[in-house]
């Protein structure tokens, strides 16, 4: 079976309505159309990446890179391109990205109960420094961390 072709790229304006239809089907509270545009044009420490599949954007993800720090902001699957691997492959790009930004450690916060995503960190070598109460207003966040000078 032919493999599909599968890419990593910067993110683009041009992809807001995609990245837009996938982030009101992944989050319930997405951000907004100028919440991302202002990343993208705006912010020099955020890095943000599509993953691309046969042309069509599937997965995006995106951090801020301060110095030694980089903080993951979100990471989403379209709904019908999860458990594939594909939050996989973006993540482990994020990654490289943010040793290549010279970043030494990551940290993110994710629901208690989002158990994919949960795995998917640890999977990737991230543990729970804490538990950040009520941080979604109904709902507590864990705070993942993960060191990259000791992976
Ligand atoms: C979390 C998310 C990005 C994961 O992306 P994904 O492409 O589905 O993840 P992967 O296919 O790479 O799988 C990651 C791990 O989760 C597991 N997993 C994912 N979906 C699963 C499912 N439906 N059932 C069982 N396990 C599942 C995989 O088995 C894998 O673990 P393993 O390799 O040890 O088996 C995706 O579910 C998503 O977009 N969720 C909504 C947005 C969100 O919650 N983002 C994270 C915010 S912090």
Do not use: C
Not at 108 to 135: D, H, M, P, T, W
């Amino acid at each position: 079976m032919k493999q599909k072709e599968t890419l990593i790229e910067p993110m683009d304006i041009k992809d807001i309505n995609k990245i837009m239809f996938i982030e009101h089907q992944s989050y319930p509270n997405p951000w907004s159309i100028y919440l991302f545009l202002t990343e993208i044009k705006n912010n020099k420490h955020a890095e943000y990446l599509v993953l691309r599949q046969e042309g069509e954007i599937i997965a995006y993800g995106g951090m801020w890179v301060i110095f030694e720090e980089a903080h993951i902001t979100n990471l989403a699957v379209d709904p019908v391109f999860r458990n594939k691997g594909n939050g996989d492959i973006l993540l482990k790009a994020l990654i490289q990205k943010a040793r290549d930004r010279g970043a030494k450690f990551i940290s993110l916060e994710v629901r208690v109960s989002n158990s994919y995503a949960i795995k998917l960190y640890k999977n990737n070598g991230f543990i729970v420094e804490e538990i950040k109460k009520y941080y979604y207003g109904n709902e507590d966040a864990y705070l993942m961390t993960v060191n990259l000078e000791q992976r």
